[in-house]
């Protein structure tokens, strides 16, 4: 990702026509909040990028599994962002005056907890990626009419969610407990902590979110975009759910709901755009018809595909979520979601000490031809769609001594491809129509090595875009929307189409199908992972009832090698 910043930072020094902008340029600002950092864009009305600024903030692991961020750091890194971006900008000879509007695109189900009175953060925010809430999650589908639900909010329950993260946090913290019995806590997702407190918190009180993040929450009626009390009755089996204070749900682009910056330099400017990363992504590849789709390769993987203005509840694995909702009715879109895409780059680099550069991972894994029989299950998070796994731990098969460390760099960026062809197969059955051609953006689209594994795998098409900040970009059109820097869909048409690249399927189809059915015999053999160990040690009683289903699963394997035979 750095990369890119560098990139974009580099074309903007040597832009001298930026350096003598007219002072009837119009832009937008974009603030992109994600797992691992946060940055603050500038864009132009062609969609370039003219002033970035990124911060890395803080990741804590308390206890393996668990995953949390610093609600306040995070504040102060979007405000550093800001504030840095703007110096970039007004230095090249822009005025902050010609910034119409600013977008905000988020980490989605990323769970804040605070009092309302104060707006004081409670407890750490619960990341996505943090799988603490396995047993909880497992309780909550063991309940009478947990089959019912992913109908009305288009999510099954999982440790993913924001509503199994709230709920541990009500059941396991007792200052949580204590601002709920007094009747002031206060509940969002990222995008709804942000415009809480960039609006200057409680004096003001801006206290929303969009749909495309409260359909991530498994409180929302994704048809209506209202809560549900079907769905707040489910859940309300211990606390009182209701006795929370939940956002107001608004549209993703308004000229008024989202409020304004309250302090720093762009103190008094609109925010009138909201998405979560995902839709902003889909916004940003200009994924606005029916049957377009794209791919973001970040922290987690997430491809989401556009089903049209009526959501389809899928039945292989995936998510149904809203894509945007900018003026009438919402566009809905089927997601499949990879936990684990850039962060495992990132774990061999850290954790294994493999290189200081992702993409020195590409380069160490062009050192061998293939992947040497390796195959690299990177379930630090449990799988996501189309397994949902929860009990399953990373693991690798097939290490010989002809292993070298390129095998397992190779094994890592397939493990995301894998997953892809999965999500992908799931979608063609669900939308009983076939792809034919993906759009790609995130950090690891970077390496070509990746994408061309990924042509050859599902057998279409990539299109990789020049400029690859599509996420805070779909961000930015949501603000301009509103205020009227594009009007329509057609005003975008040409906005990122120079410099496009596109990754053609090589490979035969019968190798791909070897590859394949190792990938998903891997698959089978990692299930029941942590359950098994759990249930050794004692620790919990679903995790003994899991140990039986495990080892039921385990008689999948036979199934997948008598295939492979």
């Given at each position: 990702m750095s990369s890119i910043i560098e990139r974009i930072s580099n074309l903007v020094a040597g832009n001298q026509f930026a350096k003598m902008a007219p002072t009837d340029e119009v832009f937008v600002g974009s603030i992109d909040q994600g797992t691992t950092s946060s940055r603050f864009l500038i864009f132009d009305k062609a969609g370039e990028p003219v002033a970035v600024h990124q911060e890395e903030f803080s990741q804590i692991y308390p206890n393996p599994g668990w995953h949390e961020h610093d609600p306040e750091e995070i504040i102060k890194s979007v405000e550093t962002c800001i504030e840095g971006a703007l110096k970039i900008f007004e230095k090249d000879g822009h005025s902050k005056d010609s910034i119409k509007a600013i977008g905000i695109t988020d980490q989605r189900e990323t769970t804040v907890v605070w009092d309302k009175t104060t707006g004081e953060a409670l407890y750490n925010a619960i990341v996505w990626t943090d799988t603490r809430t396995a047993a909880l999650a497992r309780e909550l589908k063991a309940r009478p009419g947990s089959d019912k639900l992913q109908d009305i909010c288009g999510l099954p329950i999982t440790t993913y969610p924001s509503v199994t993260k709230l709920l541990w946090l009500l059941r396991n913290q007792e200052k949580v407990r204590k601002v709920y019995e007094a009747g002031n806590l206060a509940f969002g997702t990222i995008d709804t902590w942000l415009i809480y407190k960039l609006n200057g918190g409680p004096d003001k009180n801006v206290f929303v979110s969009d749909p495309t993040n409260a359909s991530r929450t498994m409180f929302m009626d994704i048809r209506t975009l209202k809560y549900n009390d079907q769905l707040l009755d489910f859940f309300s089996y211990e606390y009182d759910i209701r006795k929370v204070a939940l956002p107001e749900i608004v549209r993703s682009s308004d000229t008024k709901a989202f409020g304004q910056i309250a302090s720093g330099s762009l103190k008094g400017f609109p925010i009138t755009g909201c998405l979560g990363d995902q839709s902003a992504a889909?916004?940003?590849?200009?994924?606005?018809?029916?049957?377009?789709?794209?791919?973001?390769?970040?922290?987690?993987?997430?491809?989401?595909?556009?089903?049209?203005?009526?959501?389809?509840?899928?039945?292989?694995?995936?998510?149904?979520?809203?894509?945007?909702?900018?003026?009438?009715?919402?566009?809905?879109?089927?997601?499949?979601?990879?936990?684990?895409?850039?962060?495992?780059?990132?774990?061999?680099?850290?954790?294994?000490?493999?290189?200081?550069?992702?993409?020195?991972?590409?380069?160490?894994?062009?050192?061998?031809?293939?992947?040497?029989?390796?195959?690299?299950?990177?379930?630090?998070?449990?799988?996501?769609?189309?397994?949902?796994?929860?009990?399953?731990?990373?693991?690798?098969?097939?290490?010989?001594?002809?292993?070298?460390?390129?095998?397992?760099?190779?094994?890592?960026?397939?493990?995301?491809?894998?997953?892809?062809?999965?999500?992908?197969?799931?979608?063609?059955?669900?939308?009983?129509?076939?792809?034919?051609?993906?759009?790609?953006?995130?950090?690891?689209?970077?390496?070509?090595?990746?994408?061309?594994?990924?042509?050859?795998l599902v057998s279409i098409p990539i299109v990789r875009p020049k400029m690859r900040e599509t996420t805070a970009l779909g961000a930015a059109i949501a603000a301009g929307f509103a205020v009227g820097v594009w009007k329509d869909f057609d005003e975008l048409k040409e906005v990122n189409t120079r410099g496009q690249t596109v990754f053609e399927p090589k490979m035969e189809a019968k190798e791909s199908a070897r590859m394949l059915k190792r990938w998903e015999r891997a698959v089978a053999m990692c299930r029941g992972w942590l359950a098994e160990e759990e249930a050794e040690e004692g620790k919990t009683e679903e995790a003994a009832e899991l140990k039986g289903e495990a080892d039921k699963q385990m008689a999948e394997v036979e199934k997948v090698d008598s295939k492979l035979a």
């Open positions: 889909l916004v940003g590849q200009k994924g606005f018809e029916p049957g377009s789709a794209k791919n973001t390769y970040g922290t987690g993987c997430f491809l989401l595909y556009n089903v049209g203005e009526k959501p389809v509840i899928s039945t292989h694995g995936l998510l149904a979520t809203v894509a945007y909702q900018f003026d009438g009715k919402p566009v809905y879109a089927l997601e499949g979601s990879i936990a684990v895409a850039g962060s495992g780059v990132k774990f061999l680099m850290h954790n294994l000490g493999f290189s200081h550069a992702s993409h020195k991972i590409t380069e160490l894994a062009e050192t061998v031809p293939d992947n040497g029989g390796l195959v690299f299950v990177t379930a630090f998070s449990g799988l996501f769609a189309p397994y949902w796994i929860d009990d399953a731990h990373g693991t690798m098969f097939g290490i010989t001594h002809h292993t070298e460390r390129g095998h397992i760099a190779r094994a890592t960026l397939e493990a995301v491809c894998f997953q892809t062809k999965a999500i992908l197969d799931a979608m063609e059955k669900d939308s009983g129509h076939k792809l034919t051609e993906l759009k790609v953006d995130g950090g690891m689209s970077n390496s070509a090595l990746c994408m061309q594994t990924q042509a050859d």
